[in-house]
């Protein structure tokens, strides 16, 4: 494997040497774009035939199994039931004529994940396009949505493009444009400069927009936004929100619902819809919004601020937006350092996965996003686990009625590692009370619709299928009975023939369009890329992370 992957780096070298078009390079400043794809990944085939697996389709359908899958390049075509767990499987019955054949009985299949809510790392972090794509798909994350493309429109649209033919190791990819950034038309604050940047960048390719109202380059005022939203569901283009307290006061969660907002991202604007008694949040009067601990400090003290569960707001609310078929996309994972940061600081995967720049980044600081530990105290985590409570009691009643809720994970601040970060987010709708194949649902198909929907779009990716895109995850361990065994650090379990505690676990493969990724070999690449990096730092190429100083 060291060998092979010694070759690949020498072949890149020599082939970006003589083509300098064959790979695209880094601006000064800029994130490192994805190395060709060489020789990583098998496939597509022309007939794969994934073997005797346990199937959890993504619908909310039980596991079933033993099914055979037959893949044609990118494609499911079949899904077969063949046979009954504990007997053997008759022959006869198997799809036959596999150029390739996948051996997955006892194993567990799955659609690809949907990670709606996906930075692709950033200058400030350090990280490279390489190590973020490959801790996203060494996770089972085949599908990603970036948030703002904050590393830049055409930056993304490049990487977009080249993942969609499998040039590079990479999600599929979806470039959400920060409203306002990329042009030089200046800040938008008007209904027609909104529509004017929205046709701006719809010329460029994107897939729709993000918008933090009340954030430079954007206005908060409604007719701003709702210009956006308009005209990006005029040209079948996508939208999400970051509703924050600079923008609140004027466009609440539910009034972004009215206006045919895409999706909500992660709480904020919702305990405000829900205000009875109020029309602001409780600030304290020395509160300043650029200060990160005033920042997150208040926002875990805001649910208690919202109408009760259960009481006459609550229902009006959450009636209106299941009627406008709104989508929340809680993002869960990025607020937990809140409830309990030293479990975020320590969590065991740093060591080997999390980048030293990383690792620096997470630092208490008051100028990098989300860094607000230089005061944080056990009443802002009490408080923050009695704020998750009642977020949690309203996604999952959400969710029975028939809401729509997807799975997002904002990695890249605040101790959340791509990939591990999504992983996490899968338990904490289960601790909401969704039962986990509702959560595989969220993670999978729900995603795939809200995508696709926005653009106007039957969504062909997101299930175990025939007819749609063969984006998969195999794993040895039933990820339904423990979310646990997702983990690319995999879980602990006590192996009763030897007495001993082993870690097992891990996505064992992920698929996409086809191509067959050895989970593990993707993450041993991240760690080479880490360990590279501490060498680099003058460090030894196995320290802990975690011993590094704050700045
Ligand atoms: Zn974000």
Known sequence: MKTRHALTAILTALLLAILPHAGLRAQQGEVPHAPPRGDEGEGPFQRLIIRGATMVDGTGAPPVGPVDIVIEGSRIVEVRSVGAPNVPIREARRPQGATRE??????????????VHAHTGGVAQGTPAEYVYKLWLGSGVTT?????????????????DRSAKNEIVAPHIYVYAFVGTGWDGGPVTTPEKARAYVRWAADKGVDGFKLIPGTYPVSNDPKVFAA????????????MSHLSQQGVSRINALDAARMG?????????????????????????????????DRFGQAGRLWKQAAKPGSERWNAVMDEMLDLGFTIDPTMTIYEASRDVMRARRAEWHDIYTLPSLWQFYQPSRESHGSYWYHWTTQDEIEWKQD???WMTFLNEYKNRGGRVTTGSDSGFIYKLY????????????????????????????????????????PDFGIVEGGKRADLVITEYNPIEDFKVLYGTGTLRLNDQTGQV?????VRYTIKDGIVFDARELLDDVARIVSDAKVKAGMSADAPVTVLKGR
């Open 388 to 390: 998750f409570k009642l």
């Open 261 to 293: 907002l895409g999706s909500m991202e992660h709480y904020y604007g919702l305990p405000e819809a829900l205000f009875d008694d109020r029309t602001v949040q409780d600030f304290p009067y020395d509160y300043n919004y650029n200060n990160e601990y």
């Open 228 to 239: 956006v939203i308009d005209e990006a569901r005029k040209l079948h283009l996508g939208t």
């Open 102 to 115: 996948l051996d997955a009985h006892g194993m567990y299949v799955l659609p690809g994940f949907v990670d």
């Open 144 to 160: 990603i949505r970036d948030p703002g493309s904050g590393n830049g429109i055409d930056w993304t649209l490049q990487e977009r």
């Open 419 to 458: 990939g591990f970060g999504y992983i996490r987010e899968l338990e904490l709708l289960q601790e909401a009370g969704f039962h986990p194949l509702e959560v595989v649902r969220a993670a999978t198909l729900n995603g795939a619709e809200l995508l696709a929907e926005q653009q106007g779009k039957e």
């Open 502 to 506: 082993e870690r097992v676990g891990g």
